[in-house]
């Protein structure tokens, strides 16, 4: 008897990323999200645990430049500050 799939767990993905799940999915006859569970569930069966460090490491530092990145774009928008041009 399969599980229930109750928990829900929602993450921003680039457009790019939803692009490529949309249209791997469609060339799969699936949704997005289907394929995405497929994916999760091929990482957790398949990575083992220094794998799994190094790709967080490297998710947690795009993380930050995008978040750092946003910042930049909304602070220039807000008060037409340029950080390179007071350097």
Known sequence: M???LKAKQYIPVTEDESA???KEAAARGIGAGLLARVLFNYGVEHLDDQQLDRLVAEEKKASKERVSAGA???VQARWGINNEEEK
């Open 2 to 4: 399969s599980q229930s």
């Open 20 to 22: 490529f799940l949309k």
């Open 72 to 74: 930049r774009v909304a």
